[in-house]
T-cell receptor, first 113, second 116 residues
Framework: AQSVTQPDIHITVSEGASLELRCNYS??????LFWYVQSPGQGLQLLLK??????LVQGIKGFEAEFKRSQSSFNLRKPSVHWSDAAEYFC???????????FGSGTRLQVQP | DAGVIQSPRHEVTEMGQEVTLRCKPI?????LFWYRQTMMRGLELLIY????????DSGMPEDRFSAKMPNASFSTLKIQPSEPRDSAVYFC??????????????FGEGSRLTVL
C-alpha cells in the first residue's frame, strides 16, 4: 500500500528565509507525486507535480521540489519565503494504476515578519 | 472556468439530523472524489466515482454515510443520522482520467460540517 509521511507538523520561518518541507513516500515503483497548498478556509491548490523526467520540478509561486528515488523523498523548497506563503502544505502520492491520491498529514507553515 | 463547486460551505446541525452535501465537478471531468479532513485523521478518501459509477467506497466510515452521482455534473454525500464525530470539512475533487494524464485532483473549497 502506498503511504506518505510528512515528519514536520509545524514549521516557522522568517520572511525572506529559505524553506524546505520534507516528504517521504512508500511505494514499490515510482509513483506520481504532488504538493498541494491549503490556505485557511480554502480548498487545496496544486503547487507542482512529478511523474517522470527531470527530477527537479518547478511549480507555481516560486516553489520547486526534487524527487530523490534513493531516498524515497520529494521535498518542497522555496529560496525566499513571503508572508503570504503561510498555509498548510500537503504532499500526496498516486500510483499510476490508481485514480485517488493518498495525502500526508500536512505541514503547517508559519512566517514571521 | 468554474472550478469544483460545493454547497453548503458551512452547515451546523444537531445530532440525529440528516445532512446532504453537494458537489458539481468541473465540466468534462469524469472522476469525482469525496475526501474528509479532520485534525486527527487528516485527509481521508471516502469514495470515488468514475463515469458516475462508484469505484471504491472502502473509506466510507459506516452505513450512515452514502454517496450518489446521478449524472456527470452532480454528486451528493449524505449522512443519516449525523453524529458529533462526523464534524469535519468535506472536500469534493474531480479530474479527467484519460490517457496521458497525471491525475492531479482539482478541489472544491469544502463544506464545513458541525454536528452539535
Amino acid at each position: 500500500a502506498q503511504s506518505v509521511t510528512q515528519p514536520d507538523i509545524h514549521i516557522t520561518v522568517s520572511e525572506g528565509a529559505s524553506l524546505e518541507l520534507r516528504c517521504n513516500y512508500s511505494y514499490g515503483a515510482t509513483p506520481y507525486l504532488f504538493w498541494y497548498v491549503q490556505s485557511p478556509g480554502q480548498g487545496l491548490q496544486l503547487l507542482l507535480k512529478y511523474f517522470s523526467g527531470d527530477t527537479l520540478v518547478q511549480g507555481i509561486k516560486g516553489f520547486e521540489a526534487e524527487f530523490k528515488r534513493s531516498q524515497s523523498s520529494f521535498n518542497l523548497r522555496k529560496p525566499s519565503v513571503h508572508w503570504s506563503d503561510a498555509a498548510e502544505y500537503f504532499c500526496a502520492v498516486k500510483s499510476p494504476g490508481r485514480r485517488a491520491l493518498t495525502f500526508g498529514s500536512g505541514t503547517r507553515l508559519q512566517v514571521q515578519p | 472556468d468554474a472550478g469544483v463547486i460545493q454547497s453548503p460551505r458551512h452547515e451546523v446541525t444537531e445530532m440525529g439530523q440528516e445532512v446532504t452535501l453537494r458537489c458539481k465537478p468541473i465540466s468534462g471531468h469524469n472522476s469525482l472524489f469525496w475526501y474528509r479532513q479532520t485534525m486527527m485523521r487528516g485527509l481521508e478518501l471516502l469514495i470515488y466515482f468514475n463515469n458516475n459509477v462508484p469505484i471504491d467506497d472502502s473509506g466510507m466510515p459506516e452505513d450512515r454515510f452514502s454517496a450518489k452521482m446521478p449524472n456527470a455534473s452532480f454528486s451528493t454525500l449524505k449522512i443519516q443520522p449525523s453524529e458529533p464525530r462526523d464534524s469535519a470539512v468535506y472536500f469534493c475533487a474531480s479530474v479527467f482520467t484519460g490517457t496521458a494524464n497525471t491525475g492531479e485532483l482539482f478541489f472544491g473549497e469544502g463544506s464545513r460540517l458541525t454536528v452539535l
